[in-house]
């Protein structure tokens, strides 16, 4: 079942409030995403452990619903903060 | 043999081992195409496991990592991540060295 974009956003956004996200829908069907979640709580994460803080927020749609999402992860440059 | 062990034995006994859809040579999914095309860049010498083969594995994997998708790469035992870590891991040039490490 596809989900919009704003769903997702709204999801990461309440598990990790300070998040910066950017979501490109893909294929156009709400279904294969994009996103770049930017935060200041992933420093000191592993890329592994800031994917999975994300796919957790997203509650085990990623794979289900959500077929795919391609995901970056990043802590905000020194400049930015 | 439970998936957990099954999984466990597979990433003990392969250096370099690719969970994914399909096979090297016919992947089924576009996020496994572009692992292969990564570890085939920079020949690596790699054993792949196609989960659409083995319906235990498939969901297994998913909880031996606690990731969600696949395809999941993992060196000497350790789960490095899926395509996106992967790429990142590949432009940054931190797979190559991994992979030498493993060679």
Known sequence: ?81 | MSAHDRIAELVKKNDVVLFMKGTALFPQCGFSSRAIAILDRLEAKYETVDVLQDAEIRHGIKEYSEWPTIPQLYVRGEFVGGSDIMMEMFESGELQELLAAAA
Do not use: C, W
């Open chain 1, 1 to 81: 079942m596809p989900m919009a974009a704003s769903e997702i956003e709204q999801l990461i956004k309440a598990a990790i409030p300070d998040a910066e996200i950017a979501i490109r829908d893909l294929a156009g069907d709400g279904d294969h995403y994009a996103a770049r979640v930017v935060s200041k709580s992933f420093a000191g994460m592993s890329r592994i452990k800031q994917h999975q803080t994300v796919y957790s927020a997203l509650g085990g749609r990623v794979g289900g619903e959500l077929h795919a999402l391609q995901l970056e992860t990043a802590v905000p440059q020194p400049e930015n903060i």
